[in-house]
Structures are given as C-alpha cells and as structure tokens.
C-alpha cells in the first residue's frame, strides 16, 4: 500500500514502471484508494488539448520504441545500445500509462486528426502539395517513411550516427509537443498529467545531452555513400539543431510541471 499521497505514488509510477496508476491498470495489483486520493481525482479536470497531446504522444513515444527495435543486427556500440533499452523501457511504461489516461476518462486512444495532418502535411503548414509522400512524417518531431527507411538499411558507425541524429531530433519534438500543449489555457492542470509532462521535460532533455555526446564522440562519417544518407536524414531538419543543443536552459520554466 503506498501512503505517500496521490502525487508521490504518481511520481513514483512514472519512473519505475509498469505504473500504478489507477485501480485496475493493465498489470497492477487492485488497490483501494484513500478518500484524500480520491478528493484528489475528483478536482482534476483535463482539456481537449491535454487529451490531443496524450494521443499524439502514444504514436510520437511507438515510433521510438520502433527506431530501438532496429539496434538489433545493427551496432554494436555499448552506448548506443545501453540508450536503445532505456528509452524503449521507459516510453513502453509511458504508453501504458497515457493510455490508461485516456481510458479512465472516456477518451479515445487513437487520434482521429493524425490521418488529415499526415495528408496536409502535419502541423507545420509548409506546402507539401508537390513533396514525396516517404518524407512527410506523420507529425512534426517524427521521422519520415524514408529517414526510417534509411535507418534501417544503415548499419555500424552509420547507423549510430543516424539513430543518434535521429532520436535527438525525436526527443526534441516530444519537449517542442510540451511548448506546445503549454500553450492552451487550464492544460495541464490535471494532476497527473503535470506529473508526466515534468517527467517528460526533464528525462528527454537529459536523454538529448547524453545523445549528444555520443554523436560528437563517433568517428568522422565516409564519404560517398555514407554522406548521402547523413544528408538525406538531415533533409529538413537543420533548423532544429541549435534549439536542441539548448535545451538544458530553454525548458527550466517547465521544471514547474513536475
């Protein structure tokens, strides 16, 4: 029985899952909760934005866990490796965890706009009418069918530098999702989203750091054929560059999410 109180056993589930998030979430032991607890479910309140940002991030977490399911076959590198099981560990737990959200209040899982944004070309308003299909992601902070595509025909140095760009850019997607959501007035108010968004800040920014580091520690990328596919992964996405190697200063204000 945790009796630290809602929020400490909300923090605690979000770090070491699978979480205890509420009675009968998938793979938690029943259990009853105190009337304090439930004072406390009954004030929180979550918004259209919130539940948005809770369905787009299961897909934007599911393509992560997808670039780790490539490791395999693909490098050796101990730290690359070591990153891949963490992230797909944790954002496994978080997937969970938003999808209970969702369930517990009526909300769907699936986001039913995500089809009409990967048509129209996401949320970013360029004009995509004339681009391939393969290098439009399904949203913006996501990888396109061709960069997933290169990723997987990538192997050893190449591949590690490419999931490394990669996961960078995906990782600040999820912290640009959080700008975002921050946006709508009264979002994230809901206890246990303020929980998540905290963790998400926090655990990704960090994540960033170290992935930055084990690119600028990899050997000079080859010429050729290597070159092309580290060009063609950064097709587009330069300008995201110097706003992720800030992210350690730009996200403090959110340290009030947690």
């Not at 891949?84 to 944790?90: K, P």
């Not at 299909?133 to 140095?157: C, K, R």
């Not at 997607?173 to 303020?194: K, Q, Y």
């Not at 600028?216 to 290597?226: C, I, K, V, W």
């Amino acid at each position: 029985m945790l009796s630290a109180g809602f929020i400490a056993a909300i923090a605690l589930s979000v770090q070491s899952g699978p979480p205890v998030i509420a009675p009968g979430a998938p793979g938690a032991v029943p259990r009853q909760i105190t009337a304090e607890e439930s004072r406390a479910m009954s004030r929180t309140r979550h918004t259209a934005a919130d539940t948005r940002f809770m369905q787009h991030m299961i897909v934007h977490h599911q393509q992560a866990v997808d670039m780790v399911a490539l490791l395999e076959g693909r490098t050796t590198h101990p730290g690359v490796v070591a990153m891949g099981a963490r992230i797909a560990r944790s954002q496994d737990d978080e997937i969970a965890m938003m999808r209970e959200w969702l369930m517990v209040r009526g909300e769907a899982v699936d986001a039913d706009d995500l089809h009409d944004h990967h048509h129209h070309g996401g949320h970013s308003g360029h004009d995509h009418h004339h681009a391939d299909p393969g290098d439009i992601a399904v949203m913006p902070g996501m990888l396109s069918p061709n960069q997933m595509a290169a990723l997987e025909a990538a192997e050893g140095t190449e591949f590690d530098r490419l999931f490394l760009e990669g996961m960078i850019y995906h990782h600040q997607g999820a912290l640009d999702m959080v700008d975002e959501l921050l946006t709508h007035p009264g979002a994230a108010e809901d206890v246990m989203m303020s929980e998540f968004v905290g963790h998400v800040v926090a655990d990704q920014a960090a994540e960033i750091l170290r992935m930055q580091s084990m690119l600028s520690d990899l050997p000079p990328a080859d010429e050729g054929h290597s070159r092309d596919h580290h060009d063609h992964h950064h097709h587009g996405h330069d300008h995201h560059g110097d706003h992720s190697r800030d992210d350690s200063n730009a996200h403090h204000h959110h340290h009030d999410h947690r």
